[in-house]
């Protein structure tokens, strides 16, 4: 069974448009691997911030749902990093996104910890207590040991997504030098960049207690946003407007009538590439598009096709997008 079979039968479990007997098979396929939960969570996480998506989204699922009830056991392995030797618990439910700037680890704790680092790609790290960490490129991870400790502390730069194990008892710290993030039953992604001058926490479900050096802590729940300013010591606080800061994680972009030129921040941010802007007379064009797990030649050509616009490629990482109108629906 394919990808986009599989998308099509969770989307029907989360429209609540399976029967009783079916919706108990997608939670027995859910079960049997880390990699099945992982797959549900990452779309759920994107549908729980897609607003309308509900209403006039209509597939005809019956061949999908066929091979998704003869195949459940027959699934790929998990893939991963770096891992650590665990016993499983069960994981809380939630998930965040906070951004950090600067970098400090002192000279006792680099003696004491657990160091891994994401040389290519994305590394997969599995911790003592059963939590997830996803080390996009570049990133380094630091874990002290949680045995006998009442927290479970661990020090980041660069970015990761974590997944913690829900221990009411031991409490999962994110320090940096400027703030703390204090898991309260979460999962969540941490972009810990250096020479950065704020710190930003998403919350996408669930609880995390969030504070700067010299600020009190906060509460952020689900679809909170809060951003620190490091050297004013301000906190501003609204809403999570998309996840699309996490595709490197979920392989999802989604745009619902964002205007192109923001679009194009997150499509260069998610490929690493440039897209000159200087000849774009789309700027202003609303974009509804989901890509997931596309390539960037494929996003180019829909851009291509939904606004009838020239993409050139000037190398591997830079492209013009000429000309194009906007579609009219």
């Known amino acids: 069974m394919n990808q986009d079979q599989i998308h099509i039968i969770i989307h029907q479990y989360l429209t609540q448009a399976l029967s009783a007997e079916e919706r108990v098979n997608v939670e027995t396929w859910l079960a049997e691997n880390e990699a099945n939960q992982s797959l549900f969570d990452s779309i759920k996480l994107c549908w729980d911030l897609s607003e309308g998506l509900k209403d006039d989204f209509d597939v005809d699922t019956p061949k999908a749902w066929a091979k998704f009830s003869n195949r459940i056991d027959q699934e790929a392995p998990l893939k991963s990093g770096k ?95 400027q703030t703390e993030v204090k898991v309260i039953g979460t999962a969540f992604n941490v972009i810990a960049k250096p020479n950065e001058t704020h710190t930003i926490v998403k919350v996408i479900s669930g609880t995390v207690q969030f504070k700067g050096k010299s600020s009190q802590p906060v509460i952020l729940k689900q679809r909170d946003y809060a951003r620190y300013a490091h050297q004013s010591n301000q906190m501003e606080k609204s809403l999570v407007k998309d996840l699309n800061s996490i595709s490197w994680k979920t392989g999802i972009l989604s745009f619902r009538n964002k205007p192109v030129s923001e679009a194009i921040q997150a499509i260069e941010n998610h490929y690493d590439v440039q897209i000159d802007r200087k000849v774009l007379s789309i700027s202003d064009c609303p974009l509804n598009a989901t890509f997931n797990g596309s390539s960037i030649e494929e996003v180019m050509a829909s851009l291509k096709t939904a606004f009838t616009a020239e993409i050139r490629k000037v190398d591997d990482r830079n492209y013009q997008i000429l000309g194009g109108t906007c579609t009219v629906e």
């Open 83 to 177: 891992i650590v030797s665990f016993k499983w618990a069960i994981r809380a439910v939630a998930a965040a996104v906070l951004l950090v700037g600067g970098w400090f680890i002192s000279q006792q704790f680099l003696n004491n910890a657990n160091t891994f680092v994401a040389e290519s790609g994305v590394e997969k790290v599995q911790l003592a207590d059963g939590s997830f960490v996803w080390l996009n490129e570049g990133a380094q991870l630091q874990v002290e040991s949680f045995d006998g400790k009442d927290t479970r502390l661990v020090h980041l730069k660069g970015e990761a997504f974590f997944e913690v194990a829900a221990d009411k008892t031991q409490p999962f710290i994110i320090k940096t030098p």
